[in-house]
């Protein structure tokens, strides 16, 4: 199994709303991360969780809230979002985040805000 | 500053000509390079890695690129395109000693394959 799935893969909320974004993977990767992607722009970092630990947190704003309940989980918890955190949220993992290999992404979550 | 430049925001080809995209990379160490490819509406796929082994990487879907230390460049190219490589590349690069966490992408382009 060497697939990253994300659901919700479409969601769309108010401004009000708590919503979560969940991902999953079973390929014993040790590392798991939060990527969000505007249109027509590259993936840009979010949150990174090694060993089930947050590891780096590149300054998101704390209406996005990540939870790493065990290895094989990643949430994203998004409460009071603007109609700017509209983008397609990617998650990714690898073996460990000291690891040079490949990142393995799912599908994404596309999240608009109304 | 470390960075990772991809030139030509859009490049076009004909079906059956040669796919060139270009990387370039600014760091005195060389780091572990990538290229991902993203179709519409995906996440992105590793097409190939450069990690310190061979200079010439060969991927999937018939892509390979070289490595050129002294050009601090690593250019994906394909012999022969074909429709379904129609998609955003993205070069990335991992400057930090090896942690994923470091991962920095290029701004990317976008492939378009004419009949």
């Known amino acids: 199994d060497t697939e990253v799935t994300q659901t919700p893969k479409h969601l769309v909320m108010g401004m009000t709303n708590k919503k979560s974004l969940k991902c999953e993977q079973h390929m014993g990767h040790r590392a798991m991360y939060w990527y969000k992607q505007k249109a027509k722009k590259p993936p840009e970092l979010m949150f990174v969780y090694s060993y089930e630990k947050l590891s780096i947190n590149e300054s998101v704003p704390s209406r996005f809230s990540p939870e790493c309940p065990n290895s094989s989980l990643l949430n994203l918890h998004l409460h009071a979002l603007q109609p700017e955190d509209s983008a397609l949220y990617l998650c990714a993992s690898s073996l460990g985040a000291g690891d040079p290999g490949e990142l393995f992404f799912g599908e994404g979550s596309r999240l608009t805000v109304l | 500053a470390q960075s990772v430049t991809q030139l030509g925001s859009h490049v076009s080809v004909s079906e059956g000509a040669l796919v060139l995209l270009r990387c370039n990379y600014s760091s005195s160490v060389p780091p572990y390079l990538f290229w991902y490819v993203q179709y519409p509406n995906q996440g992105l796929q590793l097409l190939l890695k450069y990690t310190s082994a061979a200079t010439l990487v060969k991927g999937i879907n018939g892509f390979e690129a070289e490595f050129k230390k002294s050009e601090t460049s690593f250019h994906l190219t394909k012999p022969s395109a074909h429709m379904s490589d129609a998609a955003e590349y993205f070069c990335?690069?991992?400057f930090g000693g090896g942690s994923q966490g470091n991962l920095i992408f290029g701004k990317g382009t976008k492939l378009s394959v004419k009949p």
């Open positions: 990335a690069v991992n």
